[in-house]
């Protein structure tokens, strides 16, 4: 093979990986009003989430989207613009939704979900979609909505089998449905105890659980 | 791992090598790892970026998507007719699709495969013939049982609900080595225990001589007399993603391993676009159901996937427990405002149900306005039939186990609280557009015939029309199959590889 070009640099050599093309961004300052709008009625009908935190929570959606392809985020403008509109055609108001109370955005939104217009409805939910995902990520709201940390509880039920065993072995159900080994009243429990240790079946990726 | 990343490649680059896969996921990169150990020089050519899999645990699921899922996991099929919505997810980075699947494992069953060979004559696909491919995959991919301790309490629960309709489940396999329960395979593994090939192939290969580049956009197969000959395309701007910097790669052979929806594009962008390809796509329309408990369920604390049933899989549904990250299931909760938060905030009580449909292949893809594809899906009447039949199911068996309140699929659809409700609203079918559906297997874009006028490739994954040139990805499969399908695609990449290796000198013949 011929020699690579000269100031080709490995990413174990950098140390470091970059996320995502930092130049990239979709959202116009017009856009983002009409989101914030949404954010509001979507997470802060009652006024509980902070004007700050609605605004870093617009810069993410941006990172988020900007990461798709041109055509996509064209679309997703597009549909933007359909609930920005959407009082015109479903309150027959002359006002955009940005320019509705909070209330009657709520009622608006929950209007666009239920359409029977598929594509009304599809405009809306894809972008709350977007919004969701990205607002229920910071840790308050996580810690809010019940998830009170990343620490797991149900792995540590099986550390004594694993001590016990640092080398699993393959299975006898193949997985594939008509190719079950097993007696036909075995339980999943003996697939299971079947993971004892056997030296016909080393694997050298398994590692132990520290 | 070392990669060459392309984004920091500043001058075109040439060079020649024996083998050019293009893609690194689950096809691409077994292909790569057994040239390589053969001696053969190969370059492995990946359009995402790369990420060394100890990241994996700093980034949230919407980092993960954004970096490391084609359009940031917001990619869709377009419905045609009486169809839901499908997002449709696909890797694009070093390890493709298998660092966001959720490491299930099945061999192709052997209902398909006998179909493949009878039905649709494709010689030496059967299971006694492939299993020694899966064999070995399963052990290199470190393929595991989980055991029942993994369970989450939604998972639990699906058991529960399952055993008192009399429906049996079983454990599923996965890929996995330590799994410590983070419950977010799907966004790539925090704890690096799910063996992507990120982990468990490409460094083999890359021990063997391969060169893996990152950030690399094929945009052209060169072909010259009926013969592939190597690949042209660009090196992606670090900062814009915009293809920048131009590379000609000369080859003997090019595999092609860009899964179902960008390796139709590549052929059809090269002049290779024949009858089939693009056409015939499945994509395992996947739904879930939501159950409210009164207790507590936590059902992030535990294996994101444990259990299956294949009870109804002659009805061509398979019953699959799921639980993914917080907020992807809060994205997909129904209302506006105070009744969005009220649903949210009963996550802890919320159990998740799944299903899985074995369709007919209504997809196609097209090219269109952007390097991305136009994804198409028709659903057909049987497929329709079994959605609503698998929505029911999973609702039942919700009730079952003791659920308030069930939230089924479909868009802007308050929850069901009895199974009379639930019944007479599936026997309303109401229109498949409003459901909510995912697919995570493409498939068959490309597929594998018996002859040119059947199929895009070979049964050894050469295709009719051009010499040398091999497509080893989940395109081939010629059907739906019902079941997840990374282990087939890499049973099937090894079997290709294989087949290459040993007909080499005929490869080296037809490319001088």
Same mark, same amino acid.
């Given at each position: 093979?011929?020699?690579?070009?000269?100031?080709?640099?490995?990413?174990?050599?950098?140390?470091?990986?970059?996320?995502?093309?930092?130049?990239?961004?979709?959202?116009?300052?017009?856009?983002?009003?009409?989101?914030?709008?949404?954010?509001?009625?979507?997470?802060?009908?009652?006024?509980?989430?902070?004007?700050?935190?609605?605004?870093?929570?617009?810069?993410?959606?941006?990172?988020?989207?900007?990461?798709?392809?041109?055509?996509?985020?064209?679309?997703?403008?597009?549909?933007?613009?359909?609930?920005?509109?959407?009082?015109?055609?479903?309150?027959?108001?002359?006002?955009?939704?940005?320019?509705?109370?909070?209330?009657?955005?709520?009622?608006?939104?929950?209007?666009?979900?239920?359409?029977?217009?598929?594509?009304?409805?599809?405009?809306?939910?894809?972008?709350?979609?977007?919004?969701?995902?990205?607002?229920?990520?910071?840790?308050?709201?996580?810690?809010?909505?019940?998830?009170?940390?990343?620490?797991?509880?149900?792995?540590?039920?099986?550390?004594?089998?694993?001590?016990?065993?640092?080398?699993?072995?393959?299975?006898?159900?193949?997985?594939?449905?008509?190719?079950?080994?097993?007696?036909?009243?075995?339980?999943?429990?003996?697939?299971?105890?079947?993971?004892?240790?056997?030296?016909?079946?080393?694997?050298?990726?398994?590692?132990?659980?520290? | 791992?070392?990669?060459?990343?392309?984004?920091?490649?500043?001058?075109?680059?040439?060079?020649?090598?024996?083998?050019?896969?293009?893609?690194?996921?689950?096809?691409?990169?077994?292909?790569?790892?057994?040239?390589?150990?053969?001696?053969?020089?190969?370059?492995?050519?990946?359009?995402?970026?790369?990420?060394?899999?100890?990241?994996?645990?700093?980034?949230?699921?919407?980092?993960?998507?954004?970096?490391?899922?084609?359009?940031?996991?917001?990619?869709?099929?377009?419905?045609?007719?009486?169809?839901?919505?499908?997002?449709?997810?696909?890797?694009?980075?070093?390890?493709?699709?298998?660092?966001?699947?959720?490491?299930?494992?099945?061999?192709?069953?052997?209902?398909?495969?006998?179909?493949?060979?009878?039905?649709?004559?494709?010689?030496?696909?059967?299971?006694?013939?492939?299993?020694?491919?899966?064999?070995?995959?399963?052990?290199?991919?470190?393929?595991?049982?989980?055991?029942?301790?993994?369970?989450?309490?939604?998972?639990?629960?699906?058991?529960?609900?399952?055993?008192?309709?009399?429906?049996?489940?079983?454990?599923?396999?996965?890929?996995?080595?330590?799994?410590?329960?983070?419950?977010?395979?799907?966004?790539?593994?925090?704890?690096?225990?799910?063996?992507?090939?990120?982990?468990?192939?490409?460094?083999?290969?890359?021990?063997?001589?391969?060169?893996?580049?990152?950030?690399?956009?094929?945009?052209?197969?060169?072909?010259?007399?009926?013969?592939?000959?190597?690949?042209? +395309? $660009?090196?992606?701007?670090?900062?814009?993603? *915009? %293809?920048? =910097?131009?590379?000609?790669?000369?080859? !003997?052979?090019?595999?092609?391993?860009?899964?179902?929806?960008?390796?139709?594009?590549?052929?059809?962008?090269?002049?290779?676009?024949?009858?089939?390809?693009?056409?015939?796509?499945?994509?395992?329309?996947?739904?879930?159901?939501?159950?409210?408990?009164?207790?507590?369920?936590?059902?992030?604390?535990?294996?994101?996937?444990?259990?299956?049933?294949?009870?109804?899989?002659?009805?061509?549904?398979?019953?699959?427990?799921?639980?993914?990250?917080?907020?992807?299931?809060?994205?997909?909760?129904?209302?506006?405002?105070?009744?969005?938060?009220?649903?949210?905030?009963?996550?802890?009580?919320?159990?998740?149900?799944?299903?899985?449909?074995?369709?007919?292949?209504? +997809? $196609?893809?097209?090219?269109?306005?952007?390097? *991305? %594809?136009? =994804?198409?899906?028709?659903?057909?009447? !049987?497929?329709?039939?079994?959605?609503?039949?698998?929505?029911?199911?999973?609702?039942?068996?919700?009730?079952?186990?003791?659920?308030?309140?069930?939230?089924?699929?479909?868009?802007?659809?308050?929850?069901?609280?009895?199974?009379?409700?639930?019944?007479?609203?599936?026997?309303?079918?109401?229109?498949?557009?409003?459901?909510?559906?995912?697919?995570?297997?493409?498939?068959?874009?490309?597929?594998?015939?018996?002859?040119?006028?059947?199929?895009?490739?070979?049964?050894?994954?050469?295709?009719?029309?051009?010499?040398?040139?091999?497509?080893?990805?989940?395109?081939?499969?010629?059907?739906?199959?019902?079941?997840?399908?990374?282990?087939?695609?890499?049973?099937?990449?090894?079997?290709?590889?294989?087949?290459?290796?040993?007909?080499?000198?005929?490869?080296?013949?037809?490319?001088?």
């Amino acid at each position: 093979m011929s020699a690579l070009p000269a100031g080709t640099r490995s990413a174990t050599a950098r140390g470091l990986s970059r996320a995502s093309f930092p130049a990239r961004t979709t959202l116009t300052p017009r856009d983002r009003c009409v989101l914030r709008a949404i954010a509001e009625a979507m997470f802060s009908q009652d006024g509980e989430v902070g004007a700050g935190t609605l605004d870093a929570h617009l810069d993410d959606v941006d990172a988020f989207v900007s990461a798709a392809s041109k055509t996509l985020r064209f679309g997703l403008r597009v549909a933007l613009y359909v609930v920005r509109f959407a009082p015109i055609f479903l309150f027959f108001r002359t006002r955009t939704l940005e320019r509705l109370n909070v209330d009657d955005r709520v009622a608006l939104l929950s209007r666009l979900e239920r359409s029977s217009f598929a594509a009304l409805s599809l405009a809306f939910i894809g972008w709350r979609s977007v919004m969701t995902l990205v607002f229920y990520e910071s840790p308050t709201e996580l810690k809010r909505l019940g998830y009170a940390s990343d620490e797991r509880h149900v792995y540590k039920r099986r550390l004594p089998t694993l001590a016990a065993a640092s080398v699993v072995p393959l299975p006898l159900e193949s997985g594939t449905r008509l190719r079950d080994e097993r007696s036909p009243d075995s339980t999943d429990a003996d697939a299971v105890d079947s993971a004892a240790p056997s030296p016909a079946a080393p694997n050298s990726n398994r590692r132990e659980v520290a | 791992m070392t990669i060459l990343c392309g984004r920091d490649i500043a001058s075109p680059m040439s060079a020649t090598v024996d083998v050019i896969v293009i893609g690194s996921g689950a096809g691409g990169a077994v292909v790569a790892r057994e040239l390589a150990r053969a001696g053969r020089s190969v370059m492995v050519l990946e359009e995402g970026g790369y990420h060394p899999p100890k990241e994996y645990g700093a980034l949230t699921p919407s980092r993960a998507l954004r970096t490391l899922a084609r359009e940031a996991g917001l990619g869709l099929a377009v419905p045609l007719g009486d169809t839901p919505v499908m997002s449709v997810l696909a890797g694009k980075c070093v390890g493709g699709s298998s660092v966001l699947t959720g490491g299930v494992c099945f061999r192709i069953p052997d209902d398909v495969l006998h179909d493949w060979t009878t039905r649709l004559g494709l010689d030496g696909l059967t299971p006694d013939r492939l299993a020694p491919y899966f064999s070995e995959i399963e052990k290199d991919i470190s393929v595991e049982v989980v055991p029942e301790s993994m369970r989450s309490r939604s998972s639990e629960l699906f058991v529960e609900g399952a055993a008192s309709l009399g429906v049996p489940m079983k454990s599923l396999r996965r890929n996995t080595s330590g799994c410590k329960g983070a419950s977010r395979c799907n966004f790539g593994c925090p704890n690096g225990a799910k063996m992507s090939v990120d982990i468990a192939i490409l460094p083999d290969a890359i021990a063997h001589g391969a060169t893996v580049v990152s950030d690399a956009l094929v945009e052209t197969i060169d072909v010259e007399r009926g013969v592939a000959r190597g690949v042209r +395309g $660009r090196f992606l701007d670090a900062q814009t993603g *915009e %293809p920048s =910097v131009a590379f000609n790669l000369r080859a !003997r052979v090019v595999v092609v391993a860009c899964g179902s929806l960008h390796t139709p594009i590549l052929l059809k962008r090269s002049g290779l676009g024949t009858t089939h390809v693009g056409r015939h796509l499945t994509l395992h329309p996947a739904f879930r159901v939501g159950a409210l408990f009164d207790d507590r369920v936590d059902g992030w604390d535990g294996a994101m996937q444990s259990v299956y049933s294949d009870h109804f899989a002659e009805d061509g549904i398979t019953l699959v427990g799921v639980y993914t990250a917080p907020s992807i299931l809060a994205a997909a909760f129904p209302g506006v405002g105070r009744e969005h938060r009220k649903v949210v905030r009963s996550m802890p009580n919320l159990a998740f149900f799944g299903a899985m449909i074995h369709d007919d292949g209504g +997809g $196609r893809v097209r090219r269109w306005l952007s390097r *991305e %594809p136009l =994804v198409t899906y028709r659903m057909s009447k !049987r497929d329709r039939h079994r959605l609503w039949r698998g929505v029911g199911i999973l609702g039942e068996l919700a009730f079952a186990a003791g659920a308030r309140e069930v939230m089924l699929p479909i868009f802007g659809a308050e929850p069901v609280t009895s199974v009379q409700e639930l019944r007479a609203l599936v026997a309303r079918t109401p229109s498949t557009r409003k459901v909510e559906c995912m697919s995570f297997h493409p498939l068959g874009s490309a597929k594998m015939g018996k002859d040119e006028r059947s199929g895009v490739v070979k049964p050894s994954g050469e295709t009719w029309s051009t010499r040398n040139l091999f497509i080893a990805d989940g395109s081939v499969l010629p059907t739906s199959l019902g079941v997840n399908s990374q282990l087939p695609v890499m049973a099937m990449a090894l079997r290709i590889a294989r087949g290459i290796e040993a007909d080499f000198a005929r490869y080296l013949r037809q490319a001088a």
